[in-house]
């Protein structure tokens, strides 16, 4: 019976990408943030916290994961935020929590979000950006379309895609996480009604068994774990709904697919040492291996790399880390601590 029930969600087909008014536009359903419209019709969710932004001195928008939202949680201290006058701006990406989804969805189409969300809420023409795991593809897209918009930026746990066309094979080879990665590919592309019903199903042990599972996370990211909510959008109740599960598939799709450029081909954004870029890696890490994040910082070494010992994907909710990472960007402070124990892989 289940694997009559695998072949004939299998053989489903995904539904067509919804268009803006399918997703929730102020007509179909109730709002509770702020939104606007952006140029293309689709309506995009922000929120605004920190210090009011014609006061600050610091400008940030934190861009977030894979089945998070703007509701995440950075922790930075309330005093640091005062000290310094920072205003955070976030926001849910495409398809995520109350905005719409975008029927031309691209790496590309991340950036010109971001743009326009700033200059709708008039920040300024420069402000700095933090991307948080698959946040992250929206980072390298706005270091490649809208370089001179960014005041800084910083990626904490990045997730790297394995199909870059300058990481060598040697590199990723032994990694099984790159067979994963192609597997799940492959369904999300080809069945992407078996995939949902996979993460779905109770008999068998599935992907969708993610909060405190070994496989994804260290001792230090499960302690985080027990006194934070986890990842709401990545439980099964909320996989069961359809909208859910496709926002999340073609996030993943888009993160891991193609790309309309190479990160690692990417110039100096500042080459008059105007600002940095950082990478933010737990040496514990079992989502993204370290030697990854090694490697892209070798090969683009006006990037600086930051590892934290004993840490695993989780370092954002980690005690001090946040904290480290704006005064890393903000103020160029470093802490011995975090620099990198071993040497990098250079390519």
């Known amino acids: 019976m289940g694997l009559l029930g695998m072949v004939y969600q299998g053989k489903k087909q995904p539904p067509s990408p919804p268009t803006p008014s399918e997703t929730g536009s102020p007509e179909d359903s109730p709002v509770v943030s702020s939104r606007f419209k952006l140029k293309d019709g689709r309506y995009l969710a922000y929120r605004e916290r920190g210090v009011p932004k014609d006061k600050a001195k610091f ?5 977030h994961g894979l089945g998070s939202s703007k509701e995440m949680n950075f922790l930075a201290p309330q005093e640091l935020i005062d000290e310094l006058g920072i205003y955070f701006l976030l926001f849910d990406r495409a398809g995520y929590g109350e905005s719409d989804a975008d029927p031309k969805h691209s790496v590309k189409s991340e950036a010109f979000d971001i743009q326009e969300l700033a200059d709708h809420l008039q920040i300024g023409s420069k402000f700095y950006v933090i991307g948080v795991s698959m946040g992250s593809y929206s980072i390298w897209s706005c270091l ?3 370089p001179d918009r960014l005041a800084g930026v910083s990626f904490v746990v990045p997730v ?3 199909w870059w066309r300058s990481l060598p094979d040697r590199v990723v080879k032994d990694d099984y996480r790159k067979k994963l990665v192609r597997w799940s590919m492959w369904f999300a592309n080809h069945a992407p009604g078996l995939l949902h019903w996979w993460v779905n199903q109770k008999w068998l042990p599935s992907t969708s068994v993610l909060e405190r599972n070994p496989m994804f996370f260290n001792d230090r990211d499960i302690d985080v774990l027990k ?6 959008m990545l439980t099964q109740d909320k996989l069961r709904e359809r909208s859910v599960f496709d926002t999340l ?3 993943f799709m888009l993160a891991f697919g193609k790309w309309e450029f190479d990160p690692l081909d990417l110039r100096n954004p500042y080459p008059q040492n105007e600002s940095t870029v950082h990478i933010w890696q737990g040496l514990e890490d079992k989502v993204v291996p370290v030697q990854l ?4 910082s070798g090969k683009l070494p006006w990037i600086r790399y930051h590892e934290v010992p004993n840490g695993g994907h989780l370092i954002v909710h980690y005690d001090g880390i946040c904290e480290a990472i704006l005064r890393s960007l903000l103020l160029g402070e470093e802490q011995v601590s975090f620099r990198p124990n071993t040497a990098k892989i250079i390519p």
């Open 59 to 63: 400008k940030i928008i934190v861009v």
């Open 144 to 146: 490649k379309y809208i």
């Open 160 to 162: 790297v895609n394995y």
């Open 227 to 232: 006194t934070i909510s986890g990842f709401p």
């Open 249 to 251: 598939r073609r996030d």
């Open 293 to 296: 994040q090694r490697f892209v």
